[in-house]
């Protein structure tokens, strides 16, 4: 038997002798606040020193490449028909692009009256940078270049270098008559510098505010780039988010919302990073904050890098014969069927009509009646369906009358569907119309923020069709509408509800609930609600969208008055009806699947119903107790 183990004093006051001594030995060791303080300035003087130990470094051999008289670096100022740049000796940056021909929204003068930079004031840099052989960072950026300017034929050639003894760094940069400008990096001797294997590139912006819209110019703008050898274009969303790529990549755009400055490299970037960022709520100078982070591999110990820059408009015309490097792609017109329609049709339908040389607001009120004119034919049977229902409201609300008891459920579906089949009702016909008309809805939500043409155009009371309009102006407190009414949006959405009277849509809603039938009363108030939604989204929207929506809404009315009084009027309605009952009904695969399943659910009720039956039958030979059945029934009843 183990025996208990007894608590061991001597064990106790030796622990705590030795936790005594460990106490005073700490404080008598305890270095006194001047040491302390001693020991923290030498800390920082050591740093300190290091620090200058890395500048000087740096500064040694920034130096070798700076002996440059100041008045040899100077601003360089090239331009042509449609850029006009600027570069800075300092780094051989671009420090000024505008575009020629457009112009860019001024809050305080109430317009598109300025001029157009995508870059100025050093929102750009691109820097290339490598470990020198003295152990500091050597940032090109930071050197100061000796410029030369050549002109051959319709190209200006500018020539940046930077000199050191045995080592040699140019820039040179060549202007066509196009909106590119092709980039070369050139070294000799980068041995004698450094002994790295890959420079590392480097190229933040920030984009310039230049529309009206600032949220919406933020929610159009992105970080773009392709995949060497690939067509496709790729790009990060809302604003936020970072890309990591391995594989080359042959060119990076900052794509605002009209205008995109494109970086391309022959090679493609390898190992690359990126991404953009919104800027601050209160900040309207710039919309975004892009990056690009990227290596340059060193052949033969030399950079031998060819670039190319590209400060575009985003007309997608234009685009698609600059290049071949697809930056028509950067227009977002949508995916799929929607972006099809958009680049095919609709853009199509508005430069043919522009042609006439009327201004864009009438072309946006022609193309309405063009889309109206091809979907007239739908709009039609949407109309007759409606009517339909409407005239056999009636018969229905006698149905649901004599079948009010859920057990009669079956029934009242069956006789449902045989007064819709002997009408020649079809209950999910009404939904096609609105199915067939969404990939339109979509299609111009992509197409009329995106359509530089529109930009800057006034028409009316708006000043931009690409940018809300603020004809009347609300205090800033009150929420969602950031400080204005659109009057379009407003006219939109009292046409919307004079539609949904003169045609009859609400008249539908009302129309008692049917079995496996969607909640008609939901319907009807989510008609209702519908229209404050679009309200208070159009409202910061595009104008043209809303110009586009009034007019459809409008012309809705006038197809609906005139359907009403020559086509299909009541007297019409009931003829047709009767004419349908008189036809042979031929039942299709799914209207034949759901009689079956009808069927088969009601030979299931009719079946439970009898094996109740015989469980009551069966109680009373068991029991032969009338209490038994009667209870028996009562069950049955609840049942």
């Known amino acids: 038997m183990q025996q208990e183990k007894k608590f061991d004093f001597n064990q106790t006051i030796g622990f705590i002798l030795i936790a005594i001594l460990f106490g005073v030995f700490y404080f008598l060791n305890k270095p006194s606040e001047a040491e302390v303080e001693a020991q923290k300035k030498e800390l920082v003087q050591k740093q300190e020193q290091a620090k200058k130990q890395e500048q000087l470094n740096k500064t ?10 100041p008045t040899l670096a100077k601003d360089v ?26 112009t860019a929204y001024n809050d305080k003068k109430d317009g598109h009256k300025d001029p157009l930079h995508l870059i100025k004031d050093g929102s750009s840099k691109f820097n290339l940078s490598f470990k020198t052989k003295q152990g500091a960072v050597l940032n090109v950026s930071d ?56 420079v590392d590139l480097a190229w933040t912006m920030d984009g310039f505010s230049t529309e009206k819209g600032k949220d919406q110019e933020k929610y159009w703008s992105h970080t773009y780039f392709q995949f060497k050898g690939n067509k496709d274009i790729e790009y990060e969303l809302f604003g936020s988010d970072e890309w990591e790529e391995e594989e080359a990549i042959s060119w990076v755009a900052n794509k605002q919302q009209f205008f995109a400055t494109v970086l391309s490299n022959d090679e493609g970037f390898k190992t690359t990073k990126g991404g953009s960022k919104n800027s601050d709520k209160e900040d309207l100078t710039y919309s975004k904050h892009y990056h690009l982070n990227s290596k340059l591999e060193l052949k033969n110990s030399e950079i031998n890098s060819k670039f190319t820059w590209d400060f575009i408009p985003l007309d997608y015309k234009m685009l698609k014969d600059y290049n071949d490097k697809g930056f028509q792609n950067l227009i977002d017109f949508g995916w799929g069927l929607f972006g099809w329609l958009n680049k095919y049709f609709f853009l199509n339908v508005f430069k043919w009509l522009a042609s006439v040389g009327i201004t864009y607001g009438w072309v946006i009120f ?215 009952k008189t036809k042979p009904k031929k039942t299709g695969k799914f209207a034949s699947k759901m009689q079956e399943m009808m069927q088969q659910a009601q030979e299931m009720q009719e079946q439970q119903k009898k094996k109740k039956q015989k469980e009551i039958i069966t109680l009373y030979f068991k029991f032969k107790n009338p209490l038994m059945i009667i209870n028996g029934f009562f069950i049955h009843l609840r049942q």
Not at 77 to 102: C, H, M, R
Not at 164 to 192: H, M, R
């Open 60 to 69: 040694a051999t920034t130096q070798a490449f700076q002996t440059v008289d």
């Open 143 to 198: 050197l100061v270049f000796v410029p030369q300017v050549q002109k051959n034929a319709n190209n200006t050639i500018v020539t940046f270098t930077a000199n050191a003894q045995n080592s040699q760094i140019q820039y040179i940069y060549t202007l066509g008559d196009s909106y590119g400008i092709d980039f070369e990096v050139k070294t000799q001797g980068l041995s004698n510098i450094t002994s790295e294997k890959n």
């Open 366 to 580: 022609l193309m309405t009646i063009v889309v109206k004119l091809i979907l007239s034919p739908i709009m039609y049977k949407q109309y007759r369906q409606s009517a339909l229902m409407k005239v056999v409201r009636p018969e229905l609300n006698e149905i649901n009358e004599k079948y009010k008891d859920p057990k009669d459920a079956m029934k009242k579906q069956q006789e449902t569907m045989a007064i819709y089949r002997n009408a020649g009702i079809n209950p999910l016909a009404g939904c096609l119309p609105a199915l067939l008309q969404i990939p339109i809805f979509y299609a111009l939500f992509r197409f009329f923020p995106n359509l530089i043409d529109l930009r800057g155009v006034p028409f009316w009371f708006v000043d931009d069709l690409t940018a809300f309009d603020d004809l009347i102006k609300l205090p800033e407190w009150v929420p969602f509408l950031n400080g204005h009414l659109s009057v379009f949006a407003l006219l939109y959405i009292v046409a919307m509800m004079i539609y949904f009277k003169v045609s009859g849509s609400m008249d539908n809603f009302q129309m008692p609930q049917q079995e496996g039938m969607p909640n008609m009363q939901f319907m009807k108030y989510m008609m209702y609600v519908m229209p404050v939604f679009f309200f208070v989204f159009l409202n910061n929207y595009a104008s043209g969208l809303s110009w586009y929506y009034l007019v459809s809404n409008a012309i809705n009315i006038f197809i609906v008055l005139y359907i009403k009084k020559y086509m299909i009027h009541e007297a019409k309605i009931h003829q047709i009806i009767e004419t349908n």
């Open 77 to 102: 100022e090239v331009s042509n028909d449609k850029l006009k740049v600027t570069f800075s000796p300092k780094g051989a940056q671009i420090s000024d692009v505008q575009i020629v021909g457009y």
